[in-house]
């Protein structure tokens, strides 16, 4: 059973950096598309962040030069946050999926197809 758990939210003032960091546990693909997404309350979940098996990432134009995602051996993605702006506040989920083989950046990033899914971690920026 794949489960992903993200911590590393918070508040932190307009400016500021968080790193956020999801634990996942049972994925165990070798191609695969992961991401980070946010919501805010009324809106569509947004693609933030995206990184393929291959090691390709892809970022939205809203947080290119701010953010960074990535991934360590043990399973666990990651996306630093720098540079923050309240626009920035939202609950951030990650995800995973499994792909057959290579996929777009632009799919990668989309939240269609992703099936794996963390519960959520909260940032606020505050100016």
């Known amino acids: 059973q794949v489960q992903l758990a993200e911590s590393g939210g918070g508040s932190v003032q307009a400016g500021g950096s968080l790193r956020l960091s999801c634990a996942m546990s049972?994925?165990?693909?070798?191609?695969?598309?992961m991401g980070w997404f946010r919501q805010v309350p009324g809106k569509a979940r947004e693609g933030v962040a995206s990184?393929?098996?291959?090691?390709?990432t892809t970022y939205a134009d809203s947080v290119k030069g701010r953010f960074t995602i990535s991934k360590d051996s043990a399973s666990t993605l990651y996306l630093q946050m720098n540079t923050l702006k309240p626009e920035d506040t939202a609950m951030y989920y990650c995800?995973?999926?499994?792909?057959?083989?290579?996929?777009?950046?632009?799919?990668?990033?989309?939240?269609?197809?992703?099936?794996?899914w963390g519960q959520g971690t909260q940032v606020t920026v505050s100016s």
């Open positions: 995800a995973a999926a499994e792909t057959k083989g290579w996929v777009p950046p632009s799919l990668c990033i989309a939240e269609t197809g992703y099936n794996h």
């Open positions: 049972g994925f165990m693909y070798r191609s695969y598309c």
């Open positions: 990184i393929a098996s291959d090691g390709t």
